[in-house]
């Protein structure tokens, strides 16, 4: 279901769609600059912040997420994310007058239901739109979201939580919600009633499931394609480590090279939620360039090899190392912590835009929530908490380091994406890749 060519008005809805993403995505990410004032407030232990940042919103997001995504398949995608919106402000507001733990830790499991349509019927939105020649392109402006948040959740977020406190900034970060709800309800058309042939987007067209299916069938089809299940642990996997940086690399750069809380953020921000923007937005323009001449996954297993690399000497430079060389208060590592944020998200828009291909139409909105459940689950659930619970267990043998070590081992995880996308590559949706995106030797 594809428009020819793209209008303002499918542009308008690609930037209601990124705004919002980038709304839940500073819910997120900001999260990261309270982990301090938070556990300080609440008594509570690095474990228990990981539990509250990640794995209590993942686990919530698993049971719902994909409900969400055949929801989205069936109703009007426009007016759930308008509800989504309203419940996830709500949810926010709530959290900041939590009176304990315990309570911050519920208002963050709701605010994952409110979360679990988002992408799901974001992209599936954007791939109705958008042909399948500026598709890759229209993901990686929407996905630039996540980190155009970062920036603000890391640097305007940090100075926020130091000025009014972590309460204060929830309240402000809850207010641009109604508006998108607003919008998204009264001026967004959901544009599915605009119909072209459907073998132009997928190579399996229809499934023979319809939308009014069964959600077990409709699941066990998708996970009968061998491509699209390697694609999406892949996928899962390199989300550990990406998402256990960048909740804990502001914290990172507090304990381990001495910086306040506001300089950490900006650091973080600039650095990592910047340079991850740029190559985002890089991988989206070249990913069909590069498709057609090295095949789809060049672009992942490259970034991923060069983001390890630069995490892991960005990880392991010495405090005060070669911090001559550069400006007062920004440690020389910073370089490394840029490279490796610009090459390890490499991996996300050739990716989705692949599987939108190797999966049938009336079923991408459950098939890109399959992948965002296991995405949030492992990547948000997981690494955030594994550092947590790494870094209490090393803090007896490396003190105030026990963090740097923690987010080393945790960063591993990306080799194992490498390996499962080799397998992939070996195997690839050879209907798909020939069709659309010609391999040449």
Not at 20 to 36: L, P, S, T
Request: glycine share 8%.
């Amino acid at each position: 279901m594809n428009i020819a060519t793209p209008t303002w008005r499918q542009h308008l809805l690609l930037l209601m769609l990124t705004l919002f993403y980038i709304e839940a995505f500073v819910g997120r990410q900001i999260m990261a600059v309270m982990i301090e004032p938070i556990k300080t407030e609440f008594g509570a232990s690095d474990g228990q912040m990981g539990l509250l940042t990640g794995l209590a919103f993942a686990i919530v997001f698993a049971l719902t997420g994909l409900s969400a995504g055949r929801l989205a398949d069936r109703v009007s995608r426009t007016k759930l994310l308008a509800a989504s919106a309203i419940c996830w402000g709500v949810f926010t507001v709530i959290s900041g007058v939590a009176t304990g733990f315990i309570m911050l830790l519920i208002m963050r499991m709701l605010i994952a239901v409110a979360e679990s349509p988002i992408t799901a019927a974001s992209l599936s939105l954007l791939a109705d739109t958008y042909p399948i020649e500026q598709r890759a392109f229209a993901i990686s402006c929407f996905t630039s979201g996540a980190t155009i948040s970062a920036i603000i959740a890391l640097t305007v977020g940090a100075h926020w939580v130091e000025l009014y406190g972590w309460r204060d900034t929830l309240f402000i970060i809850s207010l641009p919600a109604a508006f998108i709800a607003f919008i998204f309800y009264f001026f967004m058309p959901d544009p599915r009633h605009v119909k072209v042939a459907p073998t132009e987007d997928s190579i399996y067209a229809q499934s023979p499931i319809d939308n009014a299916g069964n959600f077990k069938e409709s699941t066990k089809s998708l996970f009968k394609l061998k491509d699209y299940r390697l694609l999406i642990y892949a996928s899962a996997i390199a989300t550990i480590s990406a998402n256990a940086f960048g909740m804990w690399n502001a914290t990172f750069l507090v304990r381990s090279h001495d910086l306040t809380l506001t300089q950490a953020g900006m650091m973080a921000g600039f650095f990592g939620g910047g340079a991850a923007a740029i190559g985002i937005l890089l991988s989206g323009y070249l990913a069909n360039r590069i498709a057609r001449r090295k095949g789809p996954l060049w672009m992942p297993l490259t970034g991923h090899l060069l983001g390890w690399s630069c995490m892991m000497i960005y990880l392991l430079w010495p405090q005060g190392l070669g911090d001559s060389w550069f400006f007062t208060n920004v440690p020389f590592a910073m370089i490394f912590c840029g490279l490796a944020s610009f090459f390890s998200v490499w991996w996300f828009s050739p990716s989705i835009s692949l599987l939108t291909e190797i999966v049938p139409n009336n079923q991408r909105a459950l098939a890109i929530s399959i992948q965002t459940v296991l995405v949030t689950l492992l990547g948000l659930g997981v690494g955030p908490m594994l550092v947590g619970f790494l870094s209490d267990i090393f803090s007896a043998v490396a003190g105030g380091e026990s963090l740097r070590y923690a987010l080393v081992v945790t960063s591993l995880s990306t080799l194992i994406s490498v390996v499962i996308l080799f397998r992939l590559k070996s195997y690839q949706a050879k209907q798909a890749l020939l069709n659309h995106h010609p391999i040449h030797p």
